[in-house]
């Protein structure tokens, strides 16, 4: 008999291995998965969407973004993934899909993505220059301040995109991508990024 | 060629799939064969102002109907097409 593993590992659990990649010198841009989270779509059913907006208000304190922002709560992120839709970002199991069903059920369909995406965090003094590569999205402060968010893609492969709150006075974005096509925007990004300089990590803490 | 889309804004071409013309409406299931023939099959070639059905699949995944000169490739309108989100494109 075959053995299986089943062990839960991160998509990039081979191609990411951390430590200085690219331009040697002081690294111009960080990227790091950020690992272990719990992620639940969330989804307006039809004709539901104002009492999905409610129950959100009720279940967060704030208002579930309706437009393409990211949105921080005490203890979670909510995240426009398109119309009448979006993504519960956090840690803990607090807002697990078995914790948000109750308040949300009647209202919205439900999606455990916890494993289905890959978090990847961009920061570093060239972060937007090695986007820019990537994204037809105007990232410059002016028309992408933080929390602004998008559904796009990069390369060819889509992607949730949001700006997340400053670190060292730098922008830090926010890249949640489907985890069988993270293998390949991963090297994609590290290709982008090598000019740069790049420090390569994970984590456990949400930026 | 940039498409504004009602629920992301402005986005290049590459995030978008052409559907095809947004007119053609289905006939009702007792209407005649040529009725349905002309449905699924004969397609006006407009040169000029068309209504056309794109898909946002690079971005947030709505269906919209755009209308688009198809000599000049200018869009005077883009809105949700049925139930993709129309509530929240009226905003």
Known sequence: ?207 | MRITCPFCGERELGEFTYLGDAKPVRPAADAGEDVVYDYVYLRDNIAGVMSENWYHGGGCRAWLKVTRNTLTHEISAVEAAAGAGARQASK
């Open chain 1, 1 to 207: 008999m075959a053995e299986f593993s089943w062990d839960i590992r991160s998509p990039l659990d081979r191609a990411l291995v951390a430590g200085p990649y690219g331009a040697r010198g002081d690294a111009g841009v960080a990227l790091t998965e950020i690992r272990n989270f719990d992620l639940v779509q969330v989804m307006a059913r039809r004709g539901k969407a104002a009492e999905l907006a409610k129950a959100a208000k009720d279940r967060f304190s704030v208002a579930a973004p309706e437009m393409p922002k990211a949105v921080g709560t005490a203890d979670a992120t909510l995240i426009w993934s398109g119309p009448d839709q979006f993504f519960v970002l956090s840690k803990g199991g607090k807002h697990s899909i078995g914790a948000l069903a109750p308040p949300f059920a009647g209202s919205a369909s439900l999606s455990d993505q916890s494993h289905a995406r890959v978090l990847i965090s961009v920061s570093g003094a060239k972060a937007r220059a090695m986007l820019a590569k990537l994204s037809s999205i105007d990232l410059h402060a002016d028309a992408f301040a933080i929390g602004a968010a998008a559904a796009t893609s990069m390369d060819h492969t889509s992607v949730t995109l949001w700006r997340g709150n400053d670190r060292d006075g730098l922008a830090v974005f926010n890249v949640l991508v489907f985890a069988t096509f993270a293998e390949s925007l991963w090297h994609t990004m590290l290709d982008s990024a090598a000019e740069y300089g790049v420090a390569i990590n994970h984590s456990e803490e949400l930026a």
